[in-house]
């Protein structure tokens, strides 16, 4: 088993930056691939970024160049940068994990994913 635990969610401007982070704790040496998902009030959860074991990331088209996925194996904490940010950004931020190497094609399907977070909000002024 697998426990994710998101920080670093709160009210910021349009333009600031915030960090997420994800801390795992369990059988950790099982995840292969991480990856933040975020849901905004009355639209479905939606694929943000994601870094499997072998680093390779991705990312939605939304938050190229604005937002950074990292992963601190030593501390089992995954990260999402995010600077520039804009309204339609708010939402609530999820962390997931898969033990398996989801591909490329599946990354936006959040059923692929075995563990998640509790989730952390995110609300951009304008």
């Known amino acids: 088993q697998v426990q994710l635990v998101e920080s670093g969610g709160g009210l910021v401007e349009t333009g600031g930056s915030l960090r997420l982070s994800c801390a795992a704790s369990g059988s950790t040496f099982s995840i292969n691939t991480s990856g933040w998902y975020r849901q905004a009030p009355g639209k479905q959860r939606e694929f943000v970024a994601s870094?499997?074991?072998?680093?390779?990331?991705n990312y939605v088209d939304s938050v190229k160049g604005r937002f950074t996925i990292s992963r601190d194996n030593a501390k089992n904490t995954v990260y999402l940068q995010m600077n520039s940010l804009k309204p339609e950004d708010t939402a609530v931020y999820y962390c997931?994990?898969?033990?398996?190497?989801?591909?490329?094609?599946?990354?936006?399907?959040?059923?692929?994913?075995?563990?998640w977070g509790q989730g952390t909000q995110v609300t951009v002024s304008s």
């Open positions: 870094m499997n074991s072998e680093r390779r990331i």
């Open positions: 997931a994990a898969a033990t398996w190497a989801v591909p490329g094609s599946q990354l936006g399907q959040p059923q692929k994913y075995n563990y």
